[in-house]
């Protein structure tokens, strides 16, 4: 694979997408949990969808329960719990792997291209997030404790606004 839009994922309705539908965008790619104590990021994700995506912004959710089993729900609970807490309307993804054997394949090939925290490979945590720019490629990594608010100065500057 040599970048985002080579990979086909299932959405949180179980219907296959390609991430080639967001060829040209600018795609924040985010591992998410209802029960964990980054949950609220939900609120701040979805402002910057909301602030940006008409500048070619796309968050991209995918919930994960591989950390303190924070996302324990099925894709309708998952689905439910975000539209009724947070008013998510960005595209939200079937529950995947982000670590180990059984990792989704469009997270192992995220993981390679930017590493984490002393050039490990390996997630720590629930809402890491994989900046990728409008050619498909990753261009930056962030931990679980960088908000979307930070995180906005950099797509809003990769957008050219």
Not at 87 to 96: E, G, Q, S
Request: with cysteine; proline share 4%; aromatic share 12%.
């Amino acid at each position: 694979m040599t970048n985002v839009y080579d990979f086909s994922v299932r959405d949180i309705d179980g219907n296959p997408r390609s991430l080639a539908e967001w060829r040209g965008k600018t795609l924040l790619i985010v591992n998410v949990a209802s029960r964990c104590g980054f949950t609220p990021q939900y609120a701040g994700l979805e402002t910057l969808w909301q602030d940006q995506r008409d500048k070619g912004l796309v968050v991209l959710g995918f919930p994960c329960d591989q950390f303190g089993h924070q996302e324990p729900g099925s894709e309708a609970e998952i689905k439910a719990f975000c539209s009724t807490n947070y008013d998510v309307t960005f595209p939200m993804f079937a529950k995947v792997e982000v670590n180990g054997e059984h990792a989704d394949p469009l997270y192992k090939w995220l993981k390679s291209q930017a590493r984490g925290l002393l050039g490990s490979e390996a997630i720590k945590w629930n809402f890491t997030k994989f900046l990728v720019d409008a050619d498909g490629q990753v261009v930056k990594r962030y931990a679980s404790t960088d908000t979307p608010e930070k995180i906005g100065k950099d797509t809003l500057a990769r957008l050219g606004g």
